[in-house]
């Protein structure tokens, strides 16, 4: 059939699944957005207030249903302002297709008005990016970055389309999405080998990531930790993939990290690593990481293999395939000395609070009045700072895609975004964002955006007033010396939700939190909690970087 490029895009996306786009309108995209009014029985369009909030929404999209997000921008300023949202799902190794317009063939590579070389200017934080110069690659063009996006290690892929292309007519045959199925490269020898090393070990632990989230292999990560019978530690992506309430499960590893999970790293005789990758903040000096265990990595990514951590042996697939095969292969082991002491660690390396204050709530309690307010299913979403670092410490996660973070790029102002696509996505669940006063101050423009799609989100403010997590290091490592860490603003939350047709709350201690939390939570309409928190709050334990579990710092001097 006979279609212009626009109407080709549409019924590509219909092809692949896609039922809700997020977006800002501009010149370069008019004829994709004509053809969205002609579709919009079929394709759902949500309106940010800026494209770095819709390339969030459609990042927390992607997070929270496994899917891949598609956010559209125009041209110029609109495509640079997905720069940071890509980034973002690029760290994290979240599928999004990125529809960008552009000038006209006949006006790029003339500085023409909001022309931009977005695929130059992206190509470091996508797995592929194209520019369709011609109609007749249109349709496989856009194919072929669905597949891109969705296969291997997750990622965004951009497709920049000039304006002509997308009003010029073609023929169109419509055609059903290639399956997705990624290799096992590792062989038999290959299980035989970690099998072995694994029977070796008295004192193993499992350290997962994300790569067990975003491979669904939720289900088979348990069975091999209960065959293993070991403690497992996540990174902060991974939070959600391993139950909280199971006898198994240590809690978060690396720099803000359980006492129990620092000790083990260090004691253990042998860690399994799955769908991680030893970033920086997890496994710090990287020379004496693990020092006294071997480590075997399972992982998608072949590039990830001896990049950061020397490591004894590796499993390269897809996590479901190899961790279903290696657990096949070893045998059932008992480890419950091991554990026991690993549970002993947890007792005691609990952290010193700071005691209540009439003045302050503070942040521990008010995450754990949340908890015991939400469903299991109920989705979770942070911004970047230290608010992130307090729930990923004490919101108990028990199911994978309900925890929505900026982990590798750690983005302020990631938070409402990814909310408002977690929302749109699961209108059957709650939505709670915990954010900070800096972050919110960077994203509470897309406030205006939760109100005209009357979304029920709950945005907690954990308000100190501060740059807490920059203020916390120039504490400790820079002589308490608070350069441009105490903003003074004077933004009353409440106040400001109320003036974009938001319920407007407040928590001024702990003796508030239970109520107000309840008040807000019987709501169906958004709500905006701002909940003061004392400027001296900090974020422990820590372990500084380039540090071990040696130097963890418990209490602040």
């Known amino acids: 059939m ?44 949500i309106l940010s207030s800026h494209e770095q909030g819709a390339a969030h929404a459609a990042d927390g999209y992607a997070r929270t249903t496994g899917k891949c997000g598609v956010v559209i921008a125009t041209s110029g300023p609109g495509a640079t302002n997905l720069v940071t949202g890509i980034a973002t799902a690029y760290m994290d190794s ?33 797995k592929h990016n194209f520019i369709v110069k011609n109609v007749a690659d249109l349709a496989n063009v856009i194919r072929k970055a669905f597949k891109i996006a969705m296969s291997g290690r997750k990622g965004p892929v951009l497709i920049d389309i000039p304006k002509d292309v997308t009003g010029a007519v073609y023929d169109f045959e419509p055609l059903k999405p290639e399956s997705i199925k990624n290799p096992l490269l590792s062989e038999k020898a290959d299980f035989n080998k970690v099998a072995e090393i694994i029977a070796q070990s008295k004192r193993p632990m499992i350290y997962m990531g994300g790569g067990v989230i975003s491979s669904d292999s939720e289900k088979e990560l348990l069975e091999l930790a209960e065959k293993l019978d070991c403690p497992v530690a996540t990174s902060i992506m991974g939070l959600g993939g391993f139950p909280a309430s199971h006898r198994l ?45 071997k480590i075997i990595q399972l992982d998608i990514d072949k590039a990830e293999i001896n990049k950061n951590v020397k490591i004894d042996a590796s499993l390269i697939g897809d996590l479901k395939d190899t961790l279903r095969t290696l657990t096949e292969t070893i045998e059932k082991a008992n480890h419950s000395e091991w554990t026991a ?34 469903k299991d299913s109920d989705i979770i979403v942070t911004d970047v700072g230290q608010h992130q670092m307090w729930v990923s410490q004490k919101y108990r996660f028990e199911q994978p895609r309900t925890w929505c973070t900026s982990g590798g790029l750690g983005t302020m102002g990631y938070g409402l975004g990814a909310a408002i696509g977690s929302a749109v996505a699961h209108p059957d669940r709650r939505v709670v964002l915990f954010t900070g006063d800096g972050s919110f101050h960077m994203n509470l423009n897309e406030l205006a955006t939760v109100r005209s799609y009357n ?103």
């Open 2 to 45: 006979k279609l212009n490029g626009s109407e080709i895009i549409a019924e590509c996306l219909l092809e692949q699944g896609v039922d809700t786009v997020f977006g800002y309108p501009g010149g370069a995209v008019l004829n994709i957005y004509d053809a969205l009014y002609k579709y919009s029985d079929k394709i759902t369009h």
């Open 94 to 126: 979240v599928p999004l297709i990125a529809i960008t317009g552009n000038v006209s063939n006949d006006l790029l590579a003339r500085d023409s008005f909001q022309e931009v070389d977005i695929c130059g200017i992206t190509m470091p934080i996508t």
């Open 249 to 293: 499960f240590m809690g978060t590893i690396g720099m803000h990290g359980g006492y129990e999970t620092g000790k083990a790293t260090d004691n253990c005789d042998l860690i399994i690593t799955v769908g991680a990758r030893f970033s920086d903040r997890v496994a710090g000096d990287r020379e004496k990481f693990g020092k006294n265990a």
């Open 341 to 374: 002491q690993v549970s002993e660690w947890g007792k005691n390396g609990e952290v010193k609070e700071t005691p209540p204050s009439d003045d302050y709530a503070h942040p521990y309690h008010v995450i754990e009045a949340v908890r015991a307010l939400t």
């Open 455 to 557: 979304l029920p989100i709950t945005v907690i403010v954990l308000n100190n007033t501060v740059l807490g997590m920059v203020r916390q290091w120039q504490k400790l490592f820079y002589g308490r010396r608070f350069s441009q860490t105490d903003p003074k603003r004077q933004t009353d939350f409440a106040k400001l939700a109320e003036s974009f047709g938001i319920k407007g709350l407040r928590i001024h201690n702990d003796n508030d939190a239970e109520s107000v939390l309840a008040e807000a939570f019987s709501s169906t309409e958004p709500v905006v909690i701002d909940c003061r928190i004392s400027p001296d709050e900090n974020v422990l334990p820590m372990i500084p970087p380039g540090k071990t579990v040696d130097e963890m710092i418990t209490e602040m001097e």
